[in-house]
């Protein structure tokens, strides 16, 4: 039986950069996936550019039922961290937007970078291979009981004295995504917090949101908000009207935090107050109400808004020198307080990530160990969900490296230990 200091399952962005860590600090390692292709998800985000991490990453930039968990692996794997590592390996890079760092040319540089660093770590690597299952076994070092796991797969059994699962969420089956890492925890007796779509566009019903659906490819910078005065979340970005609902960065972020049932907020210029905006326009200008306001908001919306005002009774079609007060401040605390109910969220097809996952109460913040000794979880299968911007990706480098560095120094402590006489 093949036997490894440490298998880990998955070889997406954690995956492969734990293996490349562990394997450098002197450990044997087997990673295993079951897709043809390493890291598809890398392979396709950031539009093909892989935005690999955030210069801005705090903890607060992480939704988990356990907030604080994030915290030790984050300060000690920075962003800097990984921007050093991109630096050696020649990557160009640029920043986009608010922190967001992207590859110049492909985000094919950042899985070679993961699969060259494996290499120097003379990491092995099984893949396309499918585990079948997993069981922890005992095996005898000097005398005294290790934990280890026997992983039966399509390419033989392998024992190992550290098992990593680097599995990823549910998000974008289409690229192979399982629920595996989930089912694992659950077979050792570890909790999972309640699974959902985030960083995913979200839909309305088909009567409700006809009349916008004809505003599907239009985008325009506002502020978006969900939750109580207490939880209150709000976030500046853009939005994008689809056939179906909403989505683009502003929505994505708030998708994340948006509970079924419960309203958003969306304020449609989010720099002017509209409502004194069209009282002062009210005594010096003899436009139309639609003119004034394609002045501050896309002709298209105007049009579609001043619609909709007609079928609710708002009489906003005439000059704004004529409209009445009241008119006027009801249409400008609507564009600045819009509010709707989404229906539901494009699914786990069209989301980025998967909130929710294993317990953080069962893992070691330090090492990502799970109470199941030797059962270690990083990246998106853990209870820990980024927001959009690269701050997931740092995740994965965080909690890997955490991980490979809690696994080098439970095995070479072993190894070091002398027999007993």
Known sequence: MNTFDAVIVGAGAAGLFCAGVAGQLGLRVLIIDHADKVAEKIRISGGGRCNFTNSQTSAANFLSDNPRFCRSALARYSPRDFVDLVTRH?????????????????????????????????????????????????????????????????????RCHCLVMAT?????????????GLRIARQFDLGVVSTRPALVPLTFDEPSWQPFAQLSGLSLPVAIATGTKKDRIEFLEDLLFTHRGLSGPGVLQISSYWQSGTPIRINLSPSKDMTDALMQAKNNSRKRIANELSCELPSRLVDTWIAQGAALGHDWMRPVSEASDRALTALGQRLNQWELVPTGTEGYRKAEVMAGGVDTRCLSSQTMESRQAGLYFIGEVVDVTGWLGGYNFQWAWASAFACAQGMAAKVLSHRSTPAPT
Not at 108 to 130: F, K, N
Not at 141 to 158: K, L, M, Q, W
Request: charged share 25%.
């Open 90 to 158: 020649r990557i160009a890079f640029h920043e986009k937007h608010k922190g967001q760092l992207f590859c110049d040319r492909s985000a094919e540089d950042v899985i070679r970078m993961l699969l060259a660093e494996c290499d120097a770590g003379g990491v092995v690597r099984w893949q396309p291979c499918s585990v079948k299952a997993i069981r922890k076994t005992g095996s005898s070092a000097h005398g005294e009981s290790v934990d280890s796991y026997e992983i039966d797969s399509n390419r033989g059994t392998v």
């Open 168 to 180: 990823g969420g549910l998000s974008i089956p289409k690229i192979g995504a399982t629920d595996f």
